[in-house]
């Protein structure tokens, strides 16, 4: 008996998309993208090939005094502001955040945190940037959405980094104060696959301007942008370079249409839409950087944009933190404290070690951003990963640990006379940063590009298909010679001396050494496993997504570690009482990331991937959609993907501005 048909199915699903393109055609879109070179040494990079840098990391970073006076000042306002002034239940009831807490804001100048003074912003360093995007986010992760969308992703970030001096003159100190801006890339058919870009940027004949067309989704902050960046692609020509280009956008200029404010399960409160673009005119000094240098921009704009959202999972594990020991102390069960009981003790421990991780690794990452030493993008994308993962556990051990009381809403918590926790909201809420800027999925292949850099720099041209025997030959000569040079590095090294890293070890402290030299021995167990599987797969190496995902969670939890006991032995040189605490939370932490490691190299080669992939082409193919049969589908008609032809709006202009 063959599965019932929904009467969807039967009409056709397919919507026009972006430009048809091949595998290898995307690949190098991507590649052409990425910066190539390492200026700077990384030490999340030299991780992944063996060698545990700790020079790099230790002694912690330490922020420049001005900045910190200047920080804690502008903290100690905000903080202020939102416990007077922002009612975080009625952003969640009425899933928007008021027009007055917006001017609140702009008043404080939090748009203008990471703007420099001459432009009219606050110039906060990175690490404070980050702290109060903590605050905003604990207070609601609405706020949290909006400052980080406008300044680590929007308008200011690019012109900073890219930005003509006339641009940055023009546009940054509207950003500083008044204006609020967006990042526009994805579209209703383009995700994480940017070859595939439909919007197009058409020069005019005289160069003077260039009309845009097409459609924007997720738009965070695109329906009460006054200045948006937005990526298209202008043609290619016999004298013209064209490629994926960014713009500032007025969005006000006619033809600018947002045709939806979209709703999500969390983040009720943010300003997110679908924004059409129809022959709209740009002119050429509003073009940033080079033409075909978008997707570059793009990506060198997240390198230190991404910090933010792993600033906010910090936030959420503290608060996850404060209100599982509050609750956990006063809930009885069978005679004594919950807290008293293992099985929630467990997940206690694993909420407070597991945020003394995160907050290690975001102010790790960003006093390295405020250096400017180091090349920091594995590390900010591990942060991302990482953070986004643990926190949504820790959110969803929170719900747990309150049992009924955390599945039910913080407004009939308090209709019935309890304390409004809003914990199934957090869980929402922070379900997207498992998406957003980059899925885990897609952060894995990022992380996993880079920290195989080395290999595919030797070894490109032996897994090109379409390189000649001639040039094979010459990647093998070099590919031989970096090998034989490095991986006898990878035998012995410092993490098999029981007195290594003994500033980690403290009389009556933990132990910290041991765990130190424990990343030393699992970098360098690290490298062989990725060299034995490049060996082994060569060019199918790109495939095996599975076990390039596990090596990039082993050097993640590697990184984690580290951070972990460097802040540990910073916190005790500045409070010995602190530091004491610090070395056991670092301590309880490692020991608890130890155990994952552990089981992540065991499955690096002890797994199912060859048969899911299998299994799941079955699935699509519908060999299986009997197991199907015996539900209803609610889902509605319609496409799967929205029509995203460009064309004129037939909708009504849903934007509104809030200056």
């Known amino acids: 008996m063959s599965a019932p048909t929904h009467p969807r199915s039967a009409s056709a699903d397919a919507a026009p998309s972006g430009p048809r393109v091949t595998e290898r055609e995307a690949r190098r879109v991507a590649e052409e993208a990425r910066e190539k070179q ?55 009831r009425e899933a928007r955040i008021p027009d007055e807490v917006v001017r609140g804001l702009k008043e404080l100048g939090v748009l203008g945190m990471k703007i420099d003074r001459k432009y009219g912003g606050l110039g906060l360093s990175q690490l404070y940037y980050n702290k109060a995007l903590a605050l905003l986010g604990s207070t609601s992760p609405a706020l949290g959405a909006l400052a980080s969308a406008h300044q680590s992703i929007g308008v200011p970030q690019p012109l900073k980094t890219f930005g003509t001096q006339e641009q940055k003159e023009k546009w940054l100190p509207r950003c500083a104060t008044t204006d609020i801006t967006a990042f526009l890339l994805t579209e209703p058919d383009v995700g994480s696959d940017p070859a595939r870009l439909a919007t197009t940027a058409v020069p005019s004949d005289d160069g003077s301007e260039y009309v845009l067309d097409g459609v924007k989704l997720w738009t965070t902050n695109g329906v009460v942008a006054d ?36 709703a999500f399960m969390g983040l009720r409160g943010i300003e997110n839409g679908v924004t059409r673009f129809h022959r709209v005119r740009v002119p050429a000094e509003n073009r940033i950087g080079e033409e075909g240098a978008g997707l570059r921009i793009a990506l060198t704009t997240l390198n230190t944009g991404r910090l933010s959202i792993p600033a906010m999972c910090a936030g959420a594990g503290k608060w996850c933190l404060k209100i599982a020991r509050e609750w956990s102390g ?53 942060a991302k990963l990482y953070s986004t993962e643990h926190a949504w556990m820790m959110a969803d051990e929170l719900v747990q640990i309150r049992g009924g009381r955390g599945f039910e809403t913080a407004e009939s918590l308090a209709a019935r006379g309890e304390r409004a926790v809003p914990a199934e909201q957090l869980l929402r809420d922070l379900r997207i940063n498992r998406i957003f800027e980059g899925s885990t999925e897609i952060m894995h292949l990022l992380i996993a590009r880079e920290a195989v850099d080395a290999h595919l720099s030797v070894a490109g041209d032996i897994i090109d298909p379409d390189a000649d025997l001639r040039a094979k030959a ?83 939890e590697l990184f984690a570690m580290s951070a972990a006991c460097v802040r540990a032995e910073m916190l005790r040189g500045r409070d010995p009482e602190q530091g004491r605490a610090a070395y056991e939370l670092a301590d309880l932490f490692c ?35 009997w197991l199907e049969e015996g539900v209803v589908d609610p889902s509605g008609d319609g496409p799967w993907i929205a029509d995203a032809a460009p064309g004129p709006s037939e909708r009504e202009n849903v934007r509104r501005s809030l200056k």
């Open 38 to 92: 390492w200026r700077r040494p990384s030490f999340a990079k030299e991780l992944f090939l063996g060698r545990f840098r700790l020079d790099l990391v230790h002694p912690h970073p330490q922020p420049d005094e001005e900045a910190v006076r200047e920080g804690e000042a502008f903290l100690a306002r905000l903080r202020a502001f939102c416990e007077t002034r922002v009612d975080p239940a009625r952003i969640e």
């Open 330 to 382: 006063v809930r009885e069960q069978w005679g004594r404290p919950i807290a008293r009981h293992e099985a929630v003790a467990v997940k206690i421990a694993y909420i407070a070690a597991t945020t003394f991780a995160l907050e290690a690794i975001v102010d790790l990452t960003s006093l390295m951003a405020d250096e400017d030493r180091n090349d920091i993008r594995i590390e900010a994308a591990i």
């Open 474 to 556: 010459r990647a093998a000569a070099r590919a031989g010679g970096f090998y034989a040079r490095w991986v006898p590095k990878l035998v012995a090294g410092p993490g098999q001396l029981p007195t290594s890293y003994g500033e980690f070890s403290p009389r009556g402290h933990a132990d910290l050494a041991a765990h130190l030299r424990f990343v030393e021995r699992a970098s360098r167990r690290l490298a062989r496993s990725t060299f034995y599987a490049m060996s082994r797969w060569q060019g199918r190496m790109e495939t095996k997504q599975g076990f390039l995902g596990r090596i990039v969670d082993i050097g993640a």
């Open 227 to 262: 200045l948006v960046v937005v990526m298209a692609r202008v043609p290619r020509t016999e004298d013209r370079r064209g490629g994926i280009t960014a713009f500032v956008v007025e969005c006000d200029s006619p033809g600018v249409t947002v045709e939806n404010r979209n």
């Open 591 to 625: 020991r608890q990331a130890r155990i994952r490691v552990e089981e992540l190299f065991d499955r690096l080669w002890r797994n199912t991937d060859t048969r899911d992939a299998a299994a799941a082409r079955r699935v699509v193919d519908g060999r299986y959609a």
